[in-house]
């Protein structure tokens, strides 16, 4: 199973960008997918997160700002991000929890990463 991201670039203080995160690979089932980000100096944090019933989680600093959405038709999470801020700059990692099998156990799979630069 592997995890590719795309939507990730360049973008103006005020504007958008749209993230994407498909799985591939033999899947049985997925739990809760999310975001995070990796700021330059900090931790990576948390910003947003969906459970499979579609309850979602938002880090203050995204709140109002950005939404997650999923697709389970197509193992697909979503980041839309708006009104950008220079703060928001840093790289960006989708985790899902998936089940390769019936019976079987559920585990996280991350994306290799895409880098978000918001700059005038």
């Known amino acids: 199973v592997m995890l590719a991201e795309s939507g990730g670039g360049e973008a103006q203080p005020g504007g958008s960008l749209r993230l994407s995160c498909a799985a591939t690979?033999?899947?049985?089932?997925?739990?809760?997918m999310a975001w995070d980000r990796q700021v330059p100096g900090k931790p990576r944090e948390l910003i947003a997160r969906?459970?499979?019933?579609?309850?979602?989680y938002y880090a203050d600093s995204v709140k109002g700002r950005f939404v997650i959405s999923r697709d389970n038709a197509k193992n697909t999470v979503y980041l839309q991000m708006n009104s950008l801020k220079p703060e928001d700059t840093g790289v960006y990692y989708c985790?899902?929890?998936?089940?390769?099998?019936?019976?079987?156990?559920?585990?996280?799979?991350w994306g290799q990463g895409t880098q978000v630069t918001v700059s005038s």
């Open positions: 985790n899902i929890v998936l089940k390769l099998q019936q019976g079987g156990p559920e585990d996280d799979y």
């Open positions: 690979g033999t899947i049985f089932g997925r739990g809760a």
């Open positions: 969906i459970t499979s019933v579609g309850s979602t």
